[in-house]
């Protein structure tokens, strides 16, 4: 399935897991220059997320796959078992 998202409505929006964790919210993507897809997110975590701070260091940015990401509507949608640890 194909993700479509106008990347400046991403910002700032709020990523949960499958089981509705808040993980945080995006900061910016990282965009394949030659494909023109994005690889990742850069999201600020959620301090309350044990899985978010597992992602990244406390108080530091976090990277999500964006092959994790499974919808994009009013938030992003993030698969858990996609986050590899």
């Known amino acids: ?3 479509f ?6 910002a ?3 990523i949960i897991t499958t089981d ?5 919210r995006v900061l910016d993507l990282y965009i394949n220059e030659l ?3 994005i690889e990742s997110v850069l999201i600020e975590p ?7 701070q597992r992602l990244g260091e406390k108080g530091v940015e976090a990277m999500l796959p964006y ?5 994009v509507k009013d938030v992003m949608v993030v698969d ?4 590899s640890f």
Do not use: Y
């Open 12 to 14: 700032g929006k709020r």
């Open 46 to 52: 959620n301090p309350d997320s044990t899985l978010a």
């Open 67 to 71: 092959s994790s990401v499974l919808d």
């Open 5 to 10: 998202a106008i990347a400046k409505q991403l």
């Open 1 to 3: 399935m194909v993700k």
């Open 20 to 24: 509705g964790e808040e993980l945080g």
């Open 35 to 37: 494909s023109g897809k």
């Open 80 to 83: 858990r078992r996609a986050l």
